[in-house]
């Protein structure tokens, strides 16, 4: 394991490696399900590279933010809120590297946003050869495709520049619904909202909505500490953590237990800075499976995962969580060419998950699903080929600029498949 402390040790260690024939792979915050950082060579932490290098405004209020690529989600947005910044659009969590999170297209909620990737304006990249580039979409376009959003198959990356936007609160509205409302409303509740997300309590037709609304006047509204605390702490950490090994022990009580999970968490409305709203704690532990799906496709699936649950035997005290993007044109991105939506299953990790995602992975394969590539899922390069409209050209460019497969590991190589 290497901490390189600034660029010229990190190109170092890159092009001592390649030298040698030994692998090299950075890894983030190491929150992926796939095996995606793993190395059986050096394996290079970031962390050091964690500053802004450069800011340049722009008259409208938005910004190019140049950052260190080590940077953690949660350091980057006060760092950002310090500049009066933020990021167009986050996941639901802010433990991960900017790093990492890209080369994954980690995404958030919006059917008029992209995933973090489509935030990336330039990247500076450690290639095999140990060289440093500065890609753009007009220096090396096609190594900046890559690496943006490709596993770190193009390189590492030492440095990212974010197009980010004026500091902004939301509102956030957080309501129990019943599910067939949901979707019967579908479209209104996710075209109609600036980040719209739904969790589906399997066993149940129960929805927790989540509709969050960018708010003109920086005016927060935070809840109260304690409901806070209640609510995401307590009910949707310690006591979620506690039935869900209650339920481990005794799974035929799962549908009784989601039925009352899905009533436990009471509506909610807040107004609070952008990050605070995007990111909630995540403390128990679950295996999750995501798939990005043609968003016309979404009722028909969500129908199909429904009745498997039903008739299958299986227990699953996890909520499914719904989200949607806009399409986007990177080469591999899961929202390439088409409007998005998300379905993410979660199994309590003490608890089978392979059947269910087995079940919910040939549902996805009809509508030609997209799994998220930090995700886990059981697909390689031949069906990727048919996924992914560009992905001969991300073959292509990864066999390129890393002809020896110094940034391989047993993930990349199945993701990417043999060099053409
Ligand atoms: C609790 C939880 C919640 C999550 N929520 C979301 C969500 O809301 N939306 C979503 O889309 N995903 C979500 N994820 C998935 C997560 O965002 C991705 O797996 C992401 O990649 C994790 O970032 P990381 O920093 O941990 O990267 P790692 O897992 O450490 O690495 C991921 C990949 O990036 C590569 N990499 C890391 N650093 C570099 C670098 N400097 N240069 C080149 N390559 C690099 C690694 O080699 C690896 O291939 C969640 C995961 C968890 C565990």
Redesign the pocket.
């Known amino acids: 394991m290497r901490s390189p402390r600034d660029q010229a040790e990190l190109s170092e260690i890159v092009a001592l490696a390649a030298l040698n024939g030994t692998h090299v792979?950075?890894?983030?915050?190491?929150?992926?399900f796939t095996p995606?950082?793993v190395t059986d060579g050096v394996h290079l932490h970031?962390d050091s590279l964690d500053t802004v290098e450069r800011v340049e405004r722009r008259p409208d209020g938005s910004a190019l933010v140049t950052v260190g690529?080590?940077i953690r989600l949660a350091a980057l947005n006060s760092l950002l809120a310090a500049l009066g910044l933020a990021m167009r659009n986050l996941?639901?969590?802010d433990k991960?590297?900017i790093?990492?999170?890209i080369?994954?297209g980690?995404?958030?909620t919006g059917a008029r946003l992209g995933g973090l990737a489509t935030q990336v304006t330039a990247v500076r990249v450690v290639t095999a050869s140990g060289e440093v580039v500065e890609a753009s979409p007009e220096v090396e376009p096609e190594l900046f495709e890559l690496a943006r959003l490709g596993?770190?198959s193009a390189g590492?990356?030492s440095a990212v520049t974010l197009d980010v936007v004026p500091a902004y609160a939301l509102e956030a509205r957080e309501e129990p619904w019943p599910l067939d409302a949901v979707l019967e409303q579908l479209d209104t509740l996710v075209d109609g909202n600036d980040h719209f997300e739904f969790y589906w309590f399997p066993h149940t037709r129960r929805a927790l909505t989540k509709r969050n609304n960018r708010v003109a006047a920086q005016t927060h509204r935070p809840l109260n500490p304690v409901r806070a605390w209640l609510d995401d702490e307590l009910l949707s950490n310690g006591i979620f953590g506690a039935t869900n090994r209650v339920v481990s022990w005794a799974p035929g009580i799962t549908p009784r237990v989601n039925q009352i999970s899905a009533r436990a968490l009471s509506a909610r409305r807040y107004v609070a800075p952008s990050p605070e709203v995007f990111a909630s704690p995540?403390r128990v532990r679950f295996r999750e499976m995501e798939y990005a799906i043609p968003r016309e496709t979404l009722v028909d699936v969500l129908a199909e995962i429904d009745a498997w649950v039903r008739t299958s035997g299986e227990h699953i005290p996890f909520p499914c969580e719904i989200r949607f993007a806009a399409p986007d044109d990177l080469w591999l991105s899961t929202a390439h060419g088409r409007a998005t939506a998300y379905v993410a299953v979660h199994q309590y990790w003490r608890m089978p998950h392979e059947r269910y995602f087995a079940a919910v992975e040939r549902i996805m394969a009809q509508v030609d699903g997209r799994p998220?590539w930090?995700?886990m899922h059981g697909l390689e390069a031949p069906r990727f080929a048919e996924l992914y409209p560009r992905f001969a050209d991300a073959q292509r460019v990864r066999a390129a600029v890393d002809p020896k497969g110094v940034f391989d590991n047993p993930y990349v190589e199945r993701v990417f498949g043999p060099r053409p």
């Open positions: 792979r950075a890894v983030g915050a190491g929150h992926s995606a950082a970031l690529a080590g996941g639901d969590i991960q590297s790093a990492g999170a080369s994954t980690t995404h958030g596993l770190g590492v990356l995540r998220h930090g995700k």
